[in-house]
């Protein structure tokens, strides 16, 4: 027989009285996926509200049906997240309202439901690091550094409502599941077979409903995809609206870290276009000197009085002194740029040569065995001893690894120091304790050596040395101005001790940066333009480089590699996807910055969507560097397979534009052909040739 209807306590699975109704197993679950899905709408509204600078300012009713749109996205990450609730809920036996299983269920519920809220709102300060919703293999590579728990709770102080939002969802939650009262349900049909049917269709019915909506389409050959969220919007800046982070993490765990490559050319016009084979310039000795090169976290250019960008911008900040007087004798660049906002993007470019546009991470990759030109590699070749500096822990964003993989023959890391004395509590060794440690060990390596420096600061939270040259700071304490003027205090140390050793003069110094400054939401120089623009500056203590600010060319961090080996008259053909910045054109630079291609020359950025096919925008930076005047007035989007190009017009120079436009997608072609192909050294590239040239022959 039927047992009859129980009225059941989910938390403390005790029978409440019986006045006290309870609502259908069917309902309160549908309630509760209902309160799950409503939680994770609304913290869209989160993401926008302190994101929208980057994502574009929208009206409350575009923003409604942006959010509207993005309810697919939400449906398909509930359906994943809840998949194993859904089955005990609808389970089709008396067991599904026992008094275990409902608690069991219940926990299931309150557990997965949390975690999915949890990564929507934490990702709402992180996006800012990033420029797109997190994807998995960058969170598989923060949980690398063994002290990220730490790391994490260290940001309690800054982002302290997004600590306490993450609250009030998991609160939302568990009160959900503590007010609502289930009872068994009623029988479904006089006999008891029957009603056994009609409970197996049910969970059929809804294992179906589950299933469309992970799928988020009916019909297709495949699910939806991230790039789906391109059709709901109107400019690419909002894309990241209609996407949630949970989605992002579980489309992209099925994926195998690949790029796809790109074909918009014959290898004929390819070649026309641009080459990453550079041959030695006789004119040039192979010098040997040594090689110092610097990647100063989140140096961005604002922080140099020397090198203003903004026309508007007069204010003198001396925050980096030390740096503003070693680049009046250095060759710097005002228009340098980051290819993106991460470190491990920053430090593959600076280091390695190449980029490593938004999620792709190389270490991680199928290519990660290829044969690289990276410049330690080509040194240590040639007689060079490689040896690479960074006060992080073992490990963290498998910066050291990269490294070792690069040519850099011995990695320090935090453990290597032997003390704890300077150990900043979060990221690993304070700067000015590497910088002396640096200048004295290069003494004993032998010379030429390539040594490279990556530094922890400033990056938050805001901490300094407390021990260390503690006077003088003209900020206030706890301040990012403040890790501003330690860092340009460390990197001062450093050369205070390297000139007084005997490799100093024989020295070739790059410094560099990983990215911009991105800790300045809604300022001027927080804009897509403005945040990627980083030092990099070349110095010679000898006098062998002539000081001056070049203005009438931008460069891209992969160009150091090319650059930096031709100053050296590197005798050797290479391979590199970057430009000698002083004897190679054209002079345009690209990056990723909020899920769309940059290309910039002295005059103009072009934006393109993650396809390169449609054009998002088109501005004069050089009269509107803040972007507040988007020239082709829309989004340009391809309605076939040939690449939009931009329309004449009096407004800009087309010729120009389209020169852009070309150059960028000339690059990607190249780029992801040569990593997908094995193809980023010059033994590989001649091996390619030769095998073209017989199976030619045998044609």
């Not at 049910?202 to 297709?220: E, N, P, Y």
Request: aromatic share 14%; glycine share 6%; hydrophobic share 40%.
């Amino acid at each position: 027989m039927e047992q009859k209807p129980q009225h059941i306590s989910p938390v403390s699975g005790t029978l409440p009285q019986a006045r006290r109704q309870g609502l259908s197993l069917y309902l309160a679950t549908l309630i509760q996926l209902l309160v799950a899905l409503t939680a994770l709408w609304l913290t869209r509204a989160g993401f926008y509200l302190y994101n929208s600078d980057l994502t574009g300012a929208m009206t409350f009713g575009q923003f409604i049906k942006v959010s509207l749109f993005g309810l697919r996205f939400d449906m398909s990450a509930l359906a994943y997240f809840n998949a194993l609730f859904i089955l005990m809920r609808f389970w089709p036996s008396a067991l599904a309202w026992r008094r275990g299983w409902i608690i069991a269920g219940n926990t299931v519920y309150v557990i997965c439901n949390s975690l999915l809220l949890l990564l929507n709102i934490g990702d709402i300060p992180f996006y800012r690091f990033t420029g797109s919703r997190l994807r998995w293999h960058t969170f598989l590579n923060m949980w690398n550094d063994p002290n990220m728990g730490s790391i994490i709770f260290s940001y309690i102080k800054d982002y302290w409502w997004a600590y306490l939002l993450g609250l009030l969802a998991v609160a939302s939650v568990v009160c959900t599941v503590w007010f609502i009262r289930i009872r068994q349900p009623a029988p479904l049909w006089r006999s008891k077979r029957f009603t056994s049917i009609a409970r197996w269709v049910i969970l059929i019915v809804a294992g179906g409903l589950t299933f469309v909506a992970m799928r988020g389409r009916v019909g297709a050959g495949h699910p939806m995809a991230i790039g789906d969220a391109v059709w709901y919007v109107s400019s690419p800046s909002q894309i990241n609206v209609v996407l949630n982070t949970p989605f992002c993490l579980l489309r992209s765990m099925s994926r195998d870290n690949t790029i796809k490559p790109m074909t918009f050319f014959t290898d004929k016009e390819l070649k026309a276009v641009r080459t990453s084979v550079h041959t030695p310039r006789p004119e040039v000795p192979f010098t040997r000197k040594n090689v110092v090169l610097i990647a100063i976290e989140s140096g961005g250019t604002l922080w140099l009085d020397t090198q203003r960008v903004l026309p508007m911008d007069d204010e003198r900040r001396h925050l980096m002194p030390f740096l503003d007087s070693l680049a009046q004798k250095s060759l710097t660049l005002r228009h340098a740029f980051a290819t993106g906002k991460s470190s491990i993007e920053g430090v593959t470019g600076v280091f390695a040569g190449f980029p490593t546009f938004n999620s792709f991470l190389y270490l991680s990759s199928p290519y990660n065995n290829n044969i690289v030109d990276s410049p330690a590699q080509l040194l240590k070749d040639e007689g060079y001893t490689t040896k690479f500096y960074f006060g992080g822990n073992y490990g963290s964003y498998g910066i050291d690894h990269l490294m070792h993989v690069m040519g850099f023959e011995t990695v320090t890391t935090r453990d290597t120091f032997g003390t704890e004395a300077e150990y900043d509590g979060q990221w690993g060794v304070y700067d000015h304790e590497v910088a002396a440690f640096m200048a004295r060990d290069l003494s004993t390596l032998p010379q030429p050596f390539m040594a490279g420096w990556f530094t922890l600061k400033p990056h938050g939270p805001w901490t300094v040395s407390e021990r260390w040259a503690t006077e003088g700071y003209l900020s206030a304490p706890g301040s990012l101005e403040r890790c501003v003027e330690y860092e340009d205090r460390a990197i001062k140390e450093f050369f205070d001790i390297a000139r007084t050793q005997p490799w100093y003069d024989n020295t070739l110094f790059v410094i560099t940066a990983d990215h911009g400054c991105r800790d300045l939401p809604g300022s001027d120089f927080d804009g897509d333009y403005m945040q990627p623009h980083i030092m990099m500056m070349f110095y010679t203590p000898d006098g062998s480089l002539t000081p001056r600010l070049v203005e009438e060319t931008v460069a891209s961090q992969f160009d150091i590699t090319p650059t930096l080996l031709g100053m050296l008259g590197y005798p050797k053909p290479f391979v590199a996807v970057g430009r000698d910045i002083w004897n190679q054109g054209p002079s345009y630079a690209i990056n990723f910055i909020n899920d769309m291609y940059q290309i910039m020359s002295t005059r103009y950025m072009v934006q393109l969507d993650a396809d390169m096919m449609g054009i998002a925008g088109l501005y004069d930076i050089s009269l509107d560097p803040l972007l507040r005047n988007n020239m082709l007035g829309h989004s340009i989007k391809s309605q076939s397979n040939i690449p939009q190009k931009v329309p004449a017009s009096t407004e800009y120079d087309a010729d120009e534009v389209n020169r852009m436009i070309t150059f960028a997608r000339a690059f990607m072609q190249d780029y992801t052909s040569r990593l997908t192909e094995d193809r980023m050294s010059i033994a590989n590239e001649n091996n390619s040739v030769l095998k073209s040239s017989d199976n030619n022959e045998q044609k």
